[in-house]
């Protein structure tokens, strides 16, 4: 079966690690050790994951007695799309759909270009509208 959008690993950690910690509720700072205990993906991974999400400004590292990271934003302001972002990078197809070996652009399209470029707002608009708040409203699994 070919996956239309395959995010991968890091987000689905990092959508279950921020689930938890929006679950926390506000203010809320937990280690990543807490945080790895608790979902069984490796302290290293998520430490890594963590570091991007805090260059995206979703999370803030605290240091000293209460060390551990605390959301900067509320859940309703953060979307799956920004945690994506974060940890994945843009939604962007390089090459042409068409000929791999081809860069498309507005000025030079091919026949899939313009129908790309529309699946890929979709998709981005589609995300943009899922909050964290909603997200951690369940239960992740386990």
Not at 48 to 69: E, T, W
Request: one cysteine or more; aromatic letters at 10%.
């Amino acid at each position: 079966m070919t996956k239309l959008l395959d995010l991968g690993a890091r987000t689905d950690y990092a959508v279950k690690a921020l689930a938890l910690l929006a679950q926390r509720g506000d203010g809320a700072i937990v280690t990543v050790k807490e945080l790895a205990e608790e979902t069984g993906i490796s302290q290293h991974f998520l430490y890594n994951i963590f570091d991007d999400l805090a260059k995206a400004g979703i999370v803030r590292s605290y240091r000293g007695a209460k060390r551990g990271f605390a959301l900067c934003r509320s859940p309703e302001e953060i979307s799956f799309y920004d945690i994506v972002a974060a940890v994945e990078g843009l939604i962007e197809k390089p090459y042409c759909l068409l000929d791999r070996n081809r860069v498309c652009s507005a000025e030079n399209p091919c026949a899939a270009h313009f129908f790309w470029i529309g699946l890929r707002d979709y998709a981005e608009q589609s995300m943009r509208a899922l909050t964290l708040a909603q997200i951690a409203r369940k239960p992740p699994f386990k």
